[in-house]
Nanobody, 126 residues
Framework: QVQLVETGGGLVQTGGSLRLSCAASGRTARSWPMGWFRQGPGKEREFVAAISSSGGSTAYADSVKGRFAISRDNAKNTVYLQMNSLKPEDTALYYC???????????????????WGQGTQVTVSS
């Protein structure tokens, strides 16, 4: 079993920054692709960013490209999401997810992920 715990959310003003962390425990999550998704008020869950098991490949939603950066530290079994230039439309519950997959792939669809965290709230005030 894998447990994912997200931290780092909070309230920030427009233009501010936050760094989310996702700590994985249990099975060897360090060898799996990881991703971040979010669900805003009244919206469906959407893809934000993803990273391959080695960290060599990444993918981003168009809405966050150039503002967000995903990274990982496999020695710490942790994935990060650095969020800069935050906008009110970034307000959402942010989830970390792990995909039980081998190979240097990046997963961008929520049904490709097997384990999910409980989420951390990010609120951007205008």
């Amino acid at each position: 079993q894998v447990q994912l715990v997200e931290t780092g959310g909070g309230l920030v003003q427009t233009g501010g920054s936050l760094r989310l962390s996702c700590a994985a425990s249990g099975r060897t999550a360090r060898s799996w692709p990881m991703g971040w998704f979010r669900q805003g008020p009244g919206k469906e869950r959407e893809f934000v960013a993803a990273i391959s098991s080695s960290g060599g490949s990444t993918a981003y939603a168009d809405s966050v490209k150039g503002r967000f950066a995903i990274s990982r530290d496999n020695a710490k079994n942790t994935v990060y999401l650095q969020m800069n230039s935050l906008k009110p439309e970034d307000t959402a519950l942010y989830y970390c997810a792990a995909s039980v997959t081998t190979g240097t792939v990046v997963r961008t669809r929520d049904y490709e992920y097997d384990y999910w965290g409980q989420g951390t709230q990010v609120t951007v005030s205008s």
